[in-house]
């Protein structure tokens, strides 16, 4: 067994490879990198070959497709043994999912069938050596699953050392879409995977809706996020100042838990990750819940009363004031300009 490459579960999104999938695959591009491994894709469909080619012009050795017209809508039963095949067949060191809605309950499924473990919801991934330190043994290709733990307090590096394939889910919106190169060429495999009657007649899907986002933070450029401090009337004032600097509004839990705001504007732990240019965090004390999910933001300015308001700590620009007086001046000052 060689074990020596990193393969991608590719989603797709109308006829293309979904935009998260192609983050996940430039950054297990890094990893193979560092540690001297393909990438590989899997991915799951019918009429899907067209996308498979679309996968390799983002530079991916190898896709393992799994085409069959009953795997034209996704159906969780159908689609784990589909991809537990593949993995048991072609045997990766480490296999990849997104966190979105159907990698969060495909991936632990795949993980259960092949008997080894996952980390879900990662916010990084890297990989190195790694010695157990009961007994000294050295692993080669380990996975450093990284992802908030105990309530977002601390980073917890995960590893599998001894089970293959390692296996993490990681979220969304955190790595960059690796450019479009049609000189690249890659192979693309079909495999004929047998799958039981039984197992499409378990979950039936009645019909497919797709949902209409409003809210587009992971590729805002600018996002102004309203917190407790601001009530119902303050976060009039945030949507104000984004509409102004042409920006979306993003928001803290408390904000969102008060019903102030629908919850896919929640930025943090439990809501978006997000790395706009710049972030404006209005009424928000920056917990770490909170810090988590908006860190990687180029420039990250607050407004707040408390000087001594966590959010100062990871803030390149501050202004400690009353947001009622602060912002309404903002807004009017940018108007004039
Ligand atoms: C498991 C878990 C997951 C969580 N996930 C998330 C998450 O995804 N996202 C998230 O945001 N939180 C999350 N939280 C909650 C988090 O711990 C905080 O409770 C939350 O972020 C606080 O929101 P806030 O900053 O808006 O409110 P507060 O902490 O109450 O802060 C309000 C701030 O507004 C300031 N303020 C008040 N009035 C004014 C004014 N007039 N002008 C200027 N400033 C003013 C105050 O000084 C204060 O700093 C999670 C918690 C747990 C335990």
Known sequence: MTFSKILVYVETSEDSPAEHSLELIWKARELASKADMSVEAVLVGHGVFDIAREVTYRGVSK????????LATYSLIPYTTAIAEVIKKTEPEIALFSAT???????????????????????????GSWVDPSTGRKYEKVLYQIRPTYGGEIMAAIVTPSHRPQMATVRPGLFPIPPRDTSRSGEIVGWNIEIADEEFSKIEVLEVRREQRKVDLKSAKLIVSGGRGCGLKGLELVRELAEV????VGASRAAVDSGWISYDHQVG???????PEVYIAIGISGAVQHVVGMKDSKIVIAINKDPDAPIFRVTDYGIVGDLFVVVPKLIEKLKRR
């Open 245 to 248: 600097l042409g920006g979306e």
């Open 269 to 275: 732990l439990t809501g978006q990750t997000v790395k």
């Open 63 to 70: 896709v393992h497709v799994v085409d069959n017209p009953r």
């Open 101 to 127: 809605v159907i990698g969060r309950e495909l991936a632990p499924r795949v993980a259960a069938r092949l008997k080894t473990g996952i980390t879900a919801d990662c916010t990084d991934v890297d990989i």
